[in-house]
């Protein structure tokens, strides 16, 4: 059964069509990648998909239910574009911003006692690498190692799916792989995975779709395994359909 599922999607903002009846899905266990060039509407489709915006039309169904009676947010998370622009001096340390994931939980359930929140900080941090970070100030982490305390954020509510915004923009190559490896490793553990990135390349391996948005509101989905026998430029170059 499709865990997201989008069909006949359009979406305007006041001055400008964006989104023209795109239809695709994924299943649970997927890793989805979506790419296409600057303005093409990717960051405005998760948006869509979170109900952060509302649908021109069509209809968008999450975890089996339509998007506009969609309530189990504890179920999913989301890591913004841009996320990551700590100056130095800003005065939260690691494990408080990590900690911030756990409130959308503790709205509907029982608060966790002190320890047991301690145990999930760092059983998180161990998971992105960031043990040793624990106490430190965000703001003196590098940009890689600052989209891993927000990939943790996200992760500390056990999402069954987590949407990512550009994660590895500004970052070095390096660090963009040990990122990718680590969404990789998350994504074989269960974790579906939606991320939107520009590149497309670093993240080939471990993804299973991708989904190339055009500048007509279309998309074209394929498994990523069919995307890896062409070259990349070829993929961006037309098409008006959808998947
Ligand atoms: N709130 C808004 N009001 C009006 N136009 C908007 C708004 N947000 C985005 N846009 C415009 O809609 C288009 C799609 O924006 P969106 O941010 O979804 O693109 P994107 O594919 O994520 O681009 P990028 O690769 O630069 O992140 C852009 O031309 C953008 O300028
Ligand atoms: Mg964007």
Redesign the pocket.
């Known amino acids: 059964m499709s865990i997201l599922s989008v069909k006949d999607l359009s979406f305007d903002?006041?001055?400008?069509s964006?989104l023209h009846r795109l239809t695709f899905s994924i299943d649970k266990g997927d890793f989805l990648c979506i790419a296409?060039?600057?303005?093409?509407?990717?960051?405005?489709?998760?948006?869509l998909i979170l109900n952060i915006l509302r649908p021109l039309e069509g209809s968008i169904s999450l975890l089996g239910k339509s998007s506009v009676n969609f309530s189990e947010y504890d179920k999913i998370a989301y890591v913004s574009?841009k996320a990551t622009s700590f100056n130095r001096d800003f005065p939260a340390t690691v494990e408080e911003i990590v900690s911030l994931g756990l409130y959308k939980k503790n709205s509907f359930f029982k608060r966790e006692s002190k320890k047991e929140r301690e145990q999930k900080i760092d059983e998180v941090l161990k998971k992105v690498g960031l043990t040793e970070y624990k106490k430190k100030k965000v703001g003196l982490l590098s940009g890689g190692q600052q989209q891993r305390v927000f990939i943790a954020k996200a992760l500390i509510s056990q999402p069954e799916i987590i949407f990512l915004?550009?994660p590895t923009v500004g970052i070095d190559v390096s660090a963009v792989d040990s990122i990718c490896c680590l969404l990789g490793d998350l994504n074989k553990a269960g974790l579906t995975i939606v991320m939107?990135t520009?590149d497309i390349s670093s993240v080939l391996y471990h993804s299973t779709k991708i989904l190339i948005?055009n500048e007509a509101g279309g998309g074209k989905l394929m498994d990523s395994e069919k995307f890896n026998s062409k070259p990349i430029f070829a993929h961006f170059s037309h098409g008006g359909h959808n998947a």
């Open positions: 903002y006041p001055d400008k964006i296409g060039t600057n303005g093409t509407g990717k960051s405005t489709l998760l948006k574009q915004d550009e939107v520009h948005l």
